[in-house]
């Protein structure tokens, strides 16, 4: 059956022939049988005709089983046989081996044809009429060929339409049969049973495959509605507030205003980085207005909000960039791992998305990491990018930076620095290089330098503004990661020491996760106190 099947299904756009062994088998069985033939008892014909059909397979010395090539059947032929075949009989181990030895060559022939055609699909949809599983492309040996075949149904499919397409196989071409046209299809059996059809448009495919458009489960619908910034920032800093208005709740319950209950709130303000200066305007306050009186929780964290606005109000300004110097630089600076990359990718996202032509200078030469995530940046926003080799000058590639900028009319210019201890002595004097160098160029550049601070590092971030502020001249701050910190109350001390602008402050790494600072907002927020 298998050798008859694979003649039927894969002399792909070779001339349709007959199938050989069942037909030969067929037409000439009442002749061809020895036992049958009129001459048999002759002796010597007998020995003659034993000699000369040789079987289509021999068995070599080794007992393996060898085929005989289409040649070697003919020179098998003793010249008794072809007396035989005159007088019109012919052995049948004569016709075993010619009707072997042409399968042979066919599947022959029919290894080197689906060497040249594109196999998979059509024995796929083939084989898994067969009930196996071919994966798409495993198939590119004959033997494997010969072993789904012999799965096969006797029937393949005869009409067009039943052809599998490219479509179908899920490949991009256009909808072609991949298969030769019906009439060249082998195996094609006139007045045989017609085959059970697929389904039009939907063929058999194998396991693990459908046709049809992709079926997308609608998404649970999320009720969330858009936060505002505001309730962002209080989610932000729930930990901060929770932490302070828990401690001011627990402090103040049944307690009367009293010298000791004051000097518990200023510990425990103290205690939340907000800095002695507001701890004391926060009891002072408390202390004139309720001295004596009940208080609660609430009545202290409204107070504390209104005396933390206070402190802030003065430091919550606007970035000012001066359009007139072309372009304005802005340099980033601050400890490792700040945010500096971070914000000037948010901070570039927000300027040219108002139209303003921005570089990004990859002045942090210490990490390659750094580069090529400011040069992302830069992709995402837009911006111009201007790089250098790992290990390269710093100040070097400001320099460079602002050359280029000027030439492309940029609007802002903001060099990243590599992030360094404060006390790190030679990369605090590299910074100062950078300074330096701007200031050849332009006598007011940078005309910003921002220093970036961690919510996160608490008390140690009031010594690294003192220190960057001394070497690299910082004017402004943005205050980074004040999403699920416990210490964000140490903006407050920072503003009430230094008093330096505060413009932004980033809760979140995405690129909407930074927003101007506003007083009020951050006050209530801490004080865990609605807008
Ligand atoms: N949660 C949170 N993560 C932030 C925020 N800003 C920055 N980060 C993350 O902090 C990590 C350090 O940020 P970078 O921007 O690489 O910091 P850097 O100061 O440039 O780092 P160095 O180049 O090592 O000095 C990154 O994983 C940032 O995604 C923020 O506001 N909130």
Redesign the pocket.
């Known amino acids: 059956m298998a050798l008859s099947f694979i003649k039927k299904v894969f002399t792909f756009g070779k001339p349709a022939e007959e199938p050989v062994p069942a037909a030969v088998e067929k037409e000439l069985e009442p002749r061809s049988r020895v036992e049958d033939l009129p001459v048999a008892d002759d002796p010597v014909l007998a020995e003659e005709m034993d000699t000369a059909g040789g079987p289509a397979s021999d068995i070599d010395e080794g007992g393996v089983e060898t085929s005989v090539a289409e040649d070697d059947v003919e020179s098998a032929i003793l010249p008794a046989a072809d007396q035989l075949r005159d007088m019109g009989v012919v052995p049948l181990s004569l016709l075993e081996a010619e009707a072997a030895a042409e399968a042979e060559t066919e599947i022959q022939a029919v290894a080197e044809t689906l060497a040249e055609i594109p196999l998979s699909v059509p024995l796929g949809h083939l084989a898994h009429q067969a009930g196996d599983h071919v994966e798409t492309g495993a198939l590119e040996q004959p033997a494997d060929l010969e072993e789904i075949v012999e799965k096969l149904p006797e029937e393949i499919p005869t009409e067009p339409e039943d052809i599998p397409t490219q479509d179908d196989a899920g490949l991009d071409s256009p909808s072609q049969p991949i298969s030769p046209p019906v009439e060249e299809m082998p195996g094609r059996v006139e007045g045989g049973s017609p085959p059970a059809k697929p389904e039009i448009g939907s063929p058999i495919l194998p396991k693990g495959f459908a046709t049809g458009p992709k079926v997308v489960e609608p998404e649970p619908v999320m009720l969330q509605p858009k936060l505002s910034w505001f309730q962002r920032l209080r989610n932000g800093l729930a930990r901060t507030s929770s932490q302070l208005t828990g401690q001011i709740t627990a402090l103040f319950t049944k307690r009367k205003l009293d010298d000791e209950t004051l000097q518990d709130l200023e510990d425990l303000l103290i205690q939340a980085d907000l800095g002695v200066e507001t701890a004391l305007r926060v009891t002072d306050t408390l202390a004139s207005e309720r001295y004596g009186k009940d208080v609660t929780g609430e009545d202290v964290s409204r107070i504390m909000a209104s005396e933390i606005a206070k402190v802030l109000k003065p430091v919550a300004k606007p970035l000012q960039l001066d359009l007139s110097h072309k372009p304005h630089v802005i340099l980033v600076v ?1 400890v ?8 000037i990718g948010k901070l570039a996202a927000k300027l040219s998305g108002a139209g303003l032509k921005v570089m990004l200078a990859a002045g ?1 030469t210490f ?1 390659a990491a ?1 580069i090529e ?1 400011l040069k992302i940046w830069a992709e995402r926003t837009n911006s111009e990018f201007i790089g250098t080799k790992l290990g390269a000058d710093a100040a070097g590639l400001a320099y460079d930076a602002f050359e280029q900028a000027k030439a492309k009319k940029c609007d802002v210019l903001i060099v ?1 620095t ?2 360094r201890l404060q006390n790190k002595a030679e990369l605090m004097a590299e910074l100062e290089k950078i300074v330096r160098v701007l200031g050849k160029l332009d006598p007011d550049a940078p005309h910003t330098v921002l220093q ?1 601070l961690d919510a996160t590092t608490g008390q140690n971030a009031l010594s690294q503004v003192e220190i960057f502020r001394n070497v690299a001249g910082v004017n402004g701050l943005i205050m ?5 910190t416990a210490r964000g109350g140490i903006l407050v001390a920072i503003s009430a020491k230094h008093k330096l602008p505060v413009y932004f402050i ?4 995405g690129v909407d ?1 930074l927003e101007p600072f506003e007083a009020e907002d951050f006050a209530h927020a801490i004080a865990g106190l609605p807008q």
Request: aromatic letters at 0%.
């Open positions: 601050g490792n791992g700040t945010g500096k990359t971070t914000t942090d990490r750094a995530q990243d590599a992030g970036t980074t990661k004040l999403d699920g980033g809760i979140g790494e996760d």
